[in-house]
């Protein structure tokens, strides 16, 4: 039995692919990668089907990141059953999740990327700023953002799986 974690972020080409991305790297290099089933979503169809966004691939890139292969999907209510945790990167997402488990059961564990990440919640900002408008540099910080979360996300998850 696996353990599922999906990111939500609005397109799935920012934010989220970053997760994904990142946290299956570090559970492969914590020898957790058969034991956790990491994807992502979009709460928005705009991007179904397409690329992560170029200046994402880039970021994630630069951060030592392979996340050409990324596809967009959107999330729908069928993930609140088959996922464990699902992980919102803001608040307006993990409204829209959990309107989704309004119209169904849901299974899983609804939080924000960042409760994972020590510094942030002790500094109470726990949402992970759309870089989307911004530039090179708010790229990076999202990636940076994201790192620090999931590197708090694989200790809590080794902690449930053993």
Known sequence: MTYAVCFVCSGNICRSPMGEVILRSMLEDAGLGDEVTVDS?????????????PRTVAALRRGGYDGSTHRAKQIDASYLTERDLILGADRGHVREILHLAGQGTADADVRLVREFDPVAMQSGDL????????????????????????????????????
């Open 127 to 162: 949402e992970l700023d759309d870089p989307y408008y911004g530039n090179a540099a708010d790229f990076d910080r999202c990636r940076d953002e994201v790192e620090a979360a999931c590197r708090g996300l694989v200790d809590e998850i080794t902690r449930q799986l053993r």
């Open 41 to 53: 979503a979009g709460v928005g169809g705009w991007h179904v089907g397409e690329p992560a966004d």
